[in-house]
């Protein structure tokens, strides 16, 4: 029984289809379609894993066609990545403001080529599978409350190991900040500090959600998220798209289940941590004690972390000097009030950072 999964590849130089076809060949059942227009009659046959685009072909262009793969709810969520030999960085972004999964330029590199087209059937394959129990979920509510706390943990593992998995640059950094905002919360707590708030919080559900403050990173390109360098205007545009793309992924899970504390801290944390304390954040502007908590705990452990870890394109601040950003963004990016929590802190972070966050693996707020 032939089991490999079918890949289209649609191009209109002959020479394209058959070096395209022997570099996949042994691994896919490649399909190769000469026009946009073909495409559509392939489609009624095969239902493909994945489809490899040329953008400019006579005919429909690859333009053209994702805009009809998109708008039809039988093809609208195969993934499509373009292969062209356009390399202007507003070509590849209207690419993937229609859709694509991501875009390589031609002449590609046959190792490249495969290894990007593994890790979007992967990630394919893991949203479908959460797609699927997310259907079961609110049936499955009914019978056992103790044993969806247990599923719930286990998606929620899921999720950020999707999120690390496509983001590989944050190795890490959902632990560690899971770890300062434990620091926080446990010093205002002692300290009395926002207790109405604070109070109010079940700390299980609290810590545990902020896990799924940068969920919204599956919504966005691997091209821009894992792009080594700085990324342009437009690029951060799409990029700051990850606050609402995580706060309604999360919306819509809970329309599918009863009031819940974890996914309501979950939704704040993933819509909010990006909002500064003078109201030139994003993604609404909020100001001052408009942001909720979640957000303004978040902002201080997710820059210190942004700071002190290690990226493709900046070596680690030392942890004197993300101190010194920080106390600096008090009152502009930071509640001040929390600012002067975190000078308390400072070491507590300082040893969170240099052991990669791991002193509070086994421990729980108090």
């Known amino acids: 029984m032939n089991d490999k999964k079918a890949i289209l590849l649609v191009d209109d130089n002959p020479s394209n289809l058959s070096v395209g076809k022997n570099v996949l060949k042994n691994i896919y059942n490649v399909f190769t379609i000469p026009s946009g227009e073909k495409l559509f009659d392939i489609l009624e046959k095969i239902d493909p894993s994945l489809i490899l685009l040329d953008i400019e072909m006579p005919g429909m262009s690859g333009y053209d066609v994702i805009k009809k793969l998109k708008a039809d709810p039988v093809t609208m969520d195969i993934p499509v990545i373009f292969l062209t030999s356009f390399s202007d960085p507003g070509s590849e972004l209207e690419g993937l403001n229609l859709g694509a999964v991501d875009y390589i330029s031609k002449p590609f590199s046959p190792p490249l080529l495969i290894k990007r087209i593994q890790n979007h059937l ?113 690029e951060f545009e799409i990029m700051k798209q990850h606050a609402i793309k995580g706060e309604e992924a999360i919306q819509s899970i809970m329309l599918m289940s009863k009031k819940n504390d974890f996914l309501e801290n979950a939704k704040i944390f993933a819509g909010t941590h990006h909002e500064k304390w003078d109201g030139s954040g994003y993604p609404r502007g909020l100001k001052g004690e408009e942001i909720p908590l979640q957000g303004r705990l ?40 929390l600012v002067e929590v975190f000078y308390r802190l400072a070491p507590e972070f300082a040893a969170i950072s240099k052991q990669n966050g791991k002193i509070w693996a086994d421990t729980t707020a108090a």
């Open 122 to 234: 992967l990630m394919d394959s893991q949203k479908k599978e959460l797609e699927d129990f997310n259907l079961n979920l609110q049936s499955m509510v009914k019978e056992k409350t103790k044993d969806i706390m247990e599923l719930q943990n286990s998606i929620v593992q899921t999720v950020v190991e999707m999120v690390e998995f496509k983001d590989d640059i944050t190795g890490g950094h959902i632990e560690r900040t899971q770890n300062y905002l434990k620091s926080l919360v446990n010093d205002l707590r002692i300290n009395k500090i926002y207790w109405k708030e604070v109070s109010s919080f079940n700390m299980e559900f609290f810590i545990s959600s902020s896990q799924l403050h940068d969920v919204g990173k599956i919504a966005i390109s691997d091209t821009i998220l894992n792009k080594p360098g700085r990324l342009t205007a437009e």
């Open 298 to 337: 978040m902002a201080i452990a997710d820059v210190y972390d942004a700071l002190t870890a290690h990226r493709p394109y900046k070596q680690p601040m030392s942890c004197t000097e993300a101190e010194e950003i920080i106390y600096k963004g008090s009152g502009t990016h930071f509640d001040p009030t």
